[in-house]
């Protein structure tokens, strides 16, 4: 039988957990915003850039869980499991995101950087005022993908021993042995934020699909 | 305006006899084909070139190199009696580098065949946007010639307008004044009606019949329109396999053509209607 009791007693740490969770996700995902932008542009010169892909494919090729342990194991002892988790996440993601960015801005005609060079626009001008605005607002719907999935995917860090929903889950349903309860509502919890986040990407899509 | 008594191979004149745009030997290849293939030929202040000849004969190639877009291969290009394509080195001269390009190119304004207006900004904005960033114009200062200039080529309402709300022929004028709000001494023109629908042409060369009355400005057009072409221009040049194969004043090279590839060129495009 469920027990309510149970889940009455465990909501506070469960929420606290989920809490820990968003906080991961929304520092990650904004780190692998800016960081994969950054890749993406930087990819583009020559030698640098060829290195930057290299670590990139690197990333993208090995599980995020070995990452998150062996750059926690490799980190000083006194950076806590959280940022070094969220800092794992983000750089991960910034692999993906940075492919997302990539395709975004070798979708934006070669007439509009040709046309920034006839009106003398400088290379921060044309990237800022021209290039970018039109390659971000056509991955915005791929961007917003990964935001679920990077959300999806913080249980990993449970690894190194970040309290976020797993871990919280973890120990009260060892302590009262009502694992099932415990589980249940993990599920729960993740549904609770992941639906109305799907639902808000697809009308972000929607809006900007149409240009 | 250049003497208009101007006939054959004799180039109108500029201020001071000085040739503005100069092409000394200018090889372009792409790969293993070559599409300018020493190439000599100079433009005078003010005047207005026509270039004609068939697809894949350097035309385009021409203006893109003006517009630094492309680079010369060999030979050089000069610009107001100064390298363009190269800068002075020692006692030589090397590859102009991307900031001496810069700051030289200002002066130059270019015209696309698919226009190129910039989506993610208003009419407004992409008329300012050079002026502004590039030449440090004030912004009230931009507004008021963006307005100007908006007039000029007859969408003065349209200022807030976004280019996908306007049409071809619309998006093409607002082109031409985007172009010309960097003042330019040199306004490079490239095949600017070739992706209009047909009842869209007219409007734009008018604009650009009115532009070239109302300024001095050294005029490059790459063209199918012969009657334009015959109306603007001080001379025309026609080019076959990377080279000049006739040039002379638009009234000789439309009615009395030498060279047989400039007949067999001017019944061609007669003949598909332009």
Redesign the interface.
């Known amino acids: 039988m469920w027990d309510f009791q149970f889940t009455y007693e465990a909501m506070p740490d469960l929420l606290s957990g989920i809490l820990t969770t968003i906080q991961l996700t929304l520092i990650g995902y904004s780190i692998a915003l800016v960081l994969g932008l950054l890749v993406a542009v930087v990819r583009r010169t020559p030698i640098i850039g060829g290195i930057v892909h290299f670590v990139m494919e690197f990333i993208r090729t090995t599980p995020l869980i070995i990452q998150v342990v062996f750059v926690f194991l490799m980190t000083p002892a006194d950076i806590s499991a959280f940022t070094v988790g969220v800092v794992v996440l983000g750089v991960h993601y910034a692999a993906y995101t940075a492919e997302v960015y990539r395709s975004g801005i070798e979708g934006v005609?070669k007439?509009?950087w040709?046309?920034a060079?006839?009106?003398?626009?400088?290379t921060g001008?044309t990237w800022g005022?021209?290039v970018l605005?039109?390659a971000i607002?056509k991955v915005i719907p791929a961007l917003g993908n990964y935001l679920i999935s990077m959300f999806k995917d913080t249980p990993l860090l449970f690894a190194i021993g970040v309290t976020e929903l797993l871990t919280q889950a973890q120990r009260v349903g060892s302590e009262s042995f009502r694992v099932v309860e415990a589980y249940t509502l993990v599920g729960f919890l993740f549904l609770a934020v992941s639906v109305p986040s799907a639902i808000i990407i697809r009308r972000l899509e929607k809006r900007y699909a149409a240009? | 305006m250049p003497p208009s008594d101007t006939h054959d191979n004799d180039r109108p004149q500029g201020v001071g006899g000085e040739d503005l745009i100069v092409f000394d030997q200018v090889v372009k290849r792409f790969g293993d084909l070559t599409v300018l293939d020493h190439l000599d030929f100079s433009v005078s202040p003010g005047e207005r070139v026509t270039l004609i000849g068939p697809s894949g004969s350097g035309k385009t190639t021409i203006l893109r190199l003006v517009m630094t877009l492309e680079k010369v291969t060999e030979g050089m290009i000069w610009i107001g009696g100064k390298p363009f394509s190269h800068m002075p080195r020692g006692s030589g001269f090397t590859p102009a580098s991307e900031s001496y390009l810069r700051s030289r190119r200002k002066s130059i304004g270019m015209v696309f065949q698919q226009f190129n207006l910039f989506p993610n900004m208003s009419v407004r904005k992409n008329i300012i946007e050079a002026p502004v960033n590039v030449l440090g114009t004030p912004k009230e200062e931009a507004n008021a010639h963006a307005e100007e200039l908006l007039d000029l080529v007859g969408l003065g309402d349209k200022i807030d307008a976004h280019p996908t709300q306007l049409s071809g022929g619309q998006q093409q004028r607002v082109a031409i004044a985007r172009a010309l709000a960097m003042r330019p001494e040199i306004l490079l023109l490239d095949e600017v009606t070739s992706a209009l629908d047909p009842e869209l042409v007219a409007g734009v060369l008018d604009v650009l019949r009115e532009v070239a009355e109302t300024t001095d400005i050294t005029m490059l057009c790459v063209t199918h329109e012969m009657s334009f072409a015959r109306d603007v221009s001080h001379r025309v040049l026609m080019f076959d396999k990377g080279r000049i194969a006739e040039e002379g004043h638009p009234d000789q090279m439309f009615n009395d053509p030498r060279h047989e590839r400039t007949q067999a060129f001017l019944k061609s495009v007669l003949e598909n209607g332009n």
């Open positions: 005609a007439g509009q040709e046309a060079r006839a009106l003398s626009l400088s001008r005022a021209i605005p039109q607002r240009v």
